[in-house]
């Protein structure tokens, strides 16, 4: 009779053990599931960066509507790279975008309305140096450095408001002209290289 319970507590125990294995196997798999459900962080945006000067059209500017000058030569902007200074920011939302146009040279908002230029929003900056040295080399003018052909390009710092941003600017002229690329070293040497007017 002892033989047989002993042999009963056996059988319990090795069923009890059982079950709490295939339980442990339960909640670790349920805690798998759960853990791998979790939403996962989106990928990375990807900037398009480079800018292929060569597919672009060398048309002058419009002959109505605001003119851009680039040192006092009217130039159509074809396109505009903006990007925010320092670390971890971003470009402002879209509609307040244009505004903040405004900040780099009074007027521009309305040469991009009618220029229409190709827009390439790039990420945060940590060097105003840096966005210049990597404008001019995403958007490669042809010949030296665009002397000599219809291109004209500038980059470097404005403010906009309480913000630091990054701008470069890619333009064609009507005829090949010397202007070549120009580096803006401060923030009011903007005026002095492109103007609008009405």
Do not use: Y
């Not at 339980?23 to 960066?49: A, D, M």
């Not at 060569?54 to 074809?78: I, K």
């Not at 009618?114 to 827009?119: A, C, I, N, V, Y």
């Amino acid at each position: 009779m002892d033989t047989v319970v002993n042999e009963l507590d056996g059988v319990s125990l090795i069923v009890l053990v059982a079950a709490v294995i295939g339980l442990l196997l339960l909640v670790s798999l349920v805690l798998w599931i759960v853990r791998s459900s979790r939403r996962k962080p989106g990928p990375t945006p990807q900037f398009e960066l480079t800018i292929d000067v060569g597919g672009l059209s060398p048309e002058g500017p419009p002959s109505e509507g605001p003119v851009l000058e680039f040192f006092g030569m009217p130039v159509r902007l074809v396109a505009l790279v903006l990007a925010p200074a320092g670390r971890n920011t971003q470009l402002p939302p879209e509609p307040q975008l244009f505004r903040v146009l405004d900040d780099l040279t009074p007027g521009l908002s309305s040469i991009v309305s009618s220029h229409r230029p190709l827009f390439r929003p790039w990420p945060s900056q940590l060097s105003t140096q840096g966005f210049i040295h990597a404008f001019f080399n995403h958007a490669h003018l042809p010949g030296d450095r665009g002397k000599g052909t219809p291109w004209c390009s500038a980059a470097g710092r404005f403010d906009a408001g309480d913000q630091q941003m990054l701008a470069g600017l890619l333009c064609a002229a009507e005829k090949p002209n010397s202007l070549g690329q120009v580096p803006i070293t401060n923030v009011g040497q903007w005026l002095e290289v492109v103007r609008v007017k009405a």
